[in-house]
C-alpha cells in the first residue's frame, strides 16, 4: 500500500490521538468516521499565536542557543516514515546540527507533556531527513510564561517509541482492531462511545 498525502502521511496529531485512544485511529482513518469535533479555544489562540510570531521573527536569530540560521512555517514530508508536518522554525546551530522549535500558547508548569514530546520528536526526524543533519535537541516557548524556552533533548530511546507508535499506527490503518485505551475516563465523553465495542 502507498503512502499518500491525504491519507496516509501521519502527522503530529495523528499519533497524538493515537497515543490518547489508537481506536480513534481506527475509527477515523480506516473506517472513515469523522469525529465532527469543533476547534477548540486553545487551539484557535495557538494558530494566532503562530501567525503572529511568524511575522514579528522574521530576522530574529537566537544567539543565546547558538542559531545561525532559520526556517519558518516549513512543511516538511518524510516518505522514509510516512510521516509529515509544519514546523514553526527550524533551526540551524553553530555546531552543525538542527533544532526545530515550536510556539505553545501554555503555561510552563514543570512538566513537559508527552503530546508536545511526540510532535517535537516528529518535527527532528522529518527535519534530519529533509535537510541531512543531525538533530539532539528541541525548543518549546511558552507564550503564557513571557515566552519561556524549554530545551528538549532528542535521544535515541525517544526516536525509538515514536517509530514504534509509527508502525502500529500504519498497522491500523490497515485493519488491525487495537484495544481501546485503559483510561475509561477518556471513553466518557468520546464521539465514538456508541459505536466502540466493549
Known amino acids: 500500500m502507498e503512502y499518500n498525502e491525504n491519507t496516509f502521511y501521519i502527522s503530529p496529531p495523528d499519533l497524538i490521538e493515537f497515543n490518547y485512544c489508537k481506536r480513534f485511529i481506527y475509527y477515523m482513518k480506516c473506517l472513515l468516521i469523522p469525529q465532527f469535533e469543533k ?3 486553545k487551539v484557535k489562540k495557538g494558530r494566532e499565536i503562530h501567525e ?3 511575522n514579528e521573527n522574521i530576522q530574529y536569530l537566537r544567539k543565546k542557543i547558538n542559531v ?3 526556517k519558518m512555517n516549513i512543511e516538511l514530508y518524510s516518505n522514509k516514515y ?3 508536518g509544519i514546523v514553526d522554525e527550524v533551526l540551524f546551530l553553530e555546531d552543525g546540527t538542527a533544532a526545530p ?3 505553545k500558547y501554555a503555561k510552563y508548569n514543570g512538566i ?3 503530546t508536545y514530546k511526540t510532535q517535537m520528536i516528529m518535527y527532528a526526524l522529518l527535519i534530519e531527513e529533509t535537510f541531512n543533519v543531525k538533530v539532539k535537541q528541541a525548543f518549546i516557548v511558552y507564550c503564557l510564561s513571557d515566552n519561556y524556552l524549554y530545551p528538549l533533548s532528542i535521544t535515541n530511546n525517544s526516536y525509538k517509541k515514536v517509530l514504534n507508535d509509527i508502525k502500529t499506527y ?3 490503518i490497515k485493519g488491525y482492531f ?3 485505551t485503559k483510561y475509561k475516563k477518556r471513553c466518557v465523553d468520546c464521539c465514538y462511545r456508541k459505536i466502540c465495542i466493549k
Open 52 to 54: 503572529k510570531k511568524a
Open 68 to 70: 545561525v540560521d532559520k
Open 170 to 172: 500504519k498497522k491500523i
Open 112 to 114: 513537559v507533556y508527552d
Open 82 to 84: 510516512g510521516i509529515k
Open 39 to 41: 476547534y477548540r479555544y
Open 178 to 180: 487495537p484495544s481501546k
Open 101 to 103: 522549535l515550536d510556539y
